[in-house]
């Protein structure tokens, strides 16, 4: 949920287990193709390591209540984790209730900057009860928007930078919602996992949905930082975009979908993105960067595990509930 506008005025119907009369987040990311096509999702060989969706609002209330549906799919594509962040105080108990259900699901535990103008100090209280549940994988989804007016950048970089210190008080990795904000992210950033130090030893995260240039990359790949790609690379006029996921260090980059928001080029306009297009999106980057699916699998996960490593303890299929 990176690039997104509210809408014009408050819905009554929840979105994100967010309750009536909080905005909702809506894409603009760029349209589909409104070709109408699905193109086939491709098979990975038997015993192929599995994908994991690094960013994926399985809570949103364009699914319906489909959620079961939604993660079988997911499954049976390939996918074998999916990460959940919230957005609000007031959805961080259905992101909770979603991830128990569901032991693929990992939870996450943020105010989104887009949220931080209803956010109370308090919130904050009741952020650092959930980030203590043993199955919280990051904070998140966590970070600067200036895109949309009028803002109020002095209150989102005082929440920014109290969860960022929250991280650092329960040593957990971090997922970062940026839009015409790169540089001053990376400020921020530079405080808390600069070279030498303390802070050099702090977990780092991801950057959700990166949009930014070839030398905001390297300096966030520099500090420790994964990168997400999703559904935006599949544009083929997303140019800049598409070079640096050809280009950049294979291990600095994450897939997700953001779903249902971020819908790629292959599904129909207005058609909800969901975590059963990841290998699809995947496949993207496999002929980007001219590799097999399957390589393409392996180093995605391998870079998910270690920057998220309480994924480890997530598996779709599993019949346990989340540890």
Excluded: W
């Excluded at 109020?152 to 005082?158: I, K």
């Amino acid at each position: 949920m990176t690039k997104s506008t509210l809408s014009p005025s408050p819905s009554p119907v929840p979105a994100r287990g967010i309750p009536a009369g909080f905005p909702l987040l809506r894409s603009d990311h760029g349209e589909t193709s409104g070709r109408g096509e699905l193109f086939p999702l491709p098979i990975l060989g038997e015993g192929s390591v599995q994908f994991i969706d690094t960013h994926c609002h399985l809570d949103a209330a364009e699914f319906g209540g489909n959620q079961a549906t939604l993660v079988e799919a997911a499954q049976a594509a390939g996918v074998g984790r999916i990460v959940v962040p919230s957005v609000a105080h007031a959805n961080f108990e259905a992101v909770r209730e979603l991830c128990g259900q569901f032991p693929g699901c990992a939870p996450a535990y943020g105010i989104h900057p887009m949220y931080t103008s209803a956010a109370m100090p308090g919130d904050l209280d009741a952020l650092r009860e959930y980030l203590a549940q043993p199955d919280t994988v990051a904070v998140g989804e966590i970070g600067l928007d200036f895109f949309i007016e009028p803002h109020d950048r002095a209150r989102q970089e005082y929440f920014f930078a109290a969860q960022l210190k929250l991280a650092r008080e329960f040593d957990l990795p971090v997922l970062l919602h940026i839009r015409r904000a790169q540089d001053t992210v990376l400020k921020h950033l530079r405080q808390f996992y600069g070279s030498g130090g303390p802070s050099a030893k702090l977990r780092t995260g991801i950057a959700h949905a990166f949009s930014g240039s070839r030398s905001q990359a390297e300096e966030f790949i520099g500090l420790g930082f994964k990168l997400g790609f999703g559904g935006a690379m599949t544009y083929p006029r997303a140019t800049r975009l598409r070079e640096l996921a050809a280009t950049l260090p294979l291990n600095s980059i994450v897939l997700e979908t953001d779903a249902p928001d971020i819908a790629p080029d292959f599904l129909e306009r207005g058609a909800p993105n969901k975590p059963e297009y990841l290998p699809r999106i995947a496949l993207t980057l496999a002929e980007l960067r001219g590799m097999p699916l399957d390589e393409i699998a392996a180093a995605t996960t391998a870079n998910a595990l270690t920057i998220l490593p309480a994924l480890h303890n997530s598996q779709l299929g599993n019949t346990c509930t989340n540890s």
